[in-house]
Each structure stands twice: as structure tokens, then as C-alpha cells.
């Protein structure tokens, strides 16, 4: 399974950015897709998860600002992202887990995108 990534970039303070992620490959159609991020010299941590029946998940710190939804045909998911500040500067990952198949519980990393907010 790979991961794309993209929509990050540089936006003023209590700007929204929309990020997107594509899955393809062997995904099992019982999966799970998350949004994590990791500021720079911090560690990474959830921001949201959606299954693909389209249950969400939330970091509680993540709660309000942050909208994860997803696009099952497309094997895409979204995080939009509206109010931001600056300690929200960080990379963006998306992640994959599968909940089924042969390959239940393997985990699947994108490569990131970068997200700052200037002040």
C-alpha cells in the first residue's frame, strides 16, 4: 500500500488548509485512515482516524478545528483544517491500517506534508 500526501504549505494564522491522501495498492476494503503530525523536534501524534464505514476518531486536543472525512470509491481521506495556529506547524502523515485479510493489523506510512503557520 502506498501513501500520497499532499496539500500542505505556508498560511497566515487563522488561515484553513485542506489536505488530501491517496491510498493505492493491495488495500483490504475493511481499513482504517488517520491523519497524524509531528512538529519538529516533537513526537508524532493522532490527530483523527476513519474507518472505512466512516467512523471518526479525534485526539481530544484535536476536537473543533480539524474535520477528517474520507472518499471510499477513491481510497482518499481529508483533513481540513480551519483556525490555524502556529504550533500546528509540523509534517502532516497519513497512515493506513488494515482490519481485515490476511494482512489484518499491517500499517502503511505516507510520506508527510508539510503544514506552517506563520503568526
Known amino acids: 500500500v502506498q501513501l500520497q500526501a499532499s496539500g500542505g504549505g505556508l498560511v497566515q494564522a487563522g488561515g484553513s488548509l485542506r489536505l488530501s491522501c491517496t491510498a493505492s495498492g493491495n488495500i483490504f476494503r475493511e481499513n482504517a485512515l488517520s491523519w497524524y503530525r509531528q512538529p519538529t523536534g516533537k513526537r508524532r501524534e493522532l490527530i483523527a482516524r476513519i474507518k472505512d464505514d466512516g467512523a471518526t476518531e479525534y485526539a481530544r486536543s484535536m476536537r473543533g478545528r480539524f474535520t477528517i472525512s474520507r472518499e471510499n470509491g477513491q481510497n482518499t481521506v481529508y483533513l481540513q483544517m480551519s483556525d490555524l495556529r502556529p504550533e500546528d506547524t509540523g509534517v502532516y502523515l497519513c497512515?493506513?491500517?488494515?482490519?481485515?485479510?490476511?494482512?489484518?493489523?499491517?500499517?502503511?506510512w505516507g510520506g508527510g506534508t508539510q503544514v506552517t503557520v506563520s503568526s
Open positions: 497512515h493506513e491500517v488494515q482490519l481485515g485479510g490476511k494482512d489484518y493489523g499491517t500499517q502503511y
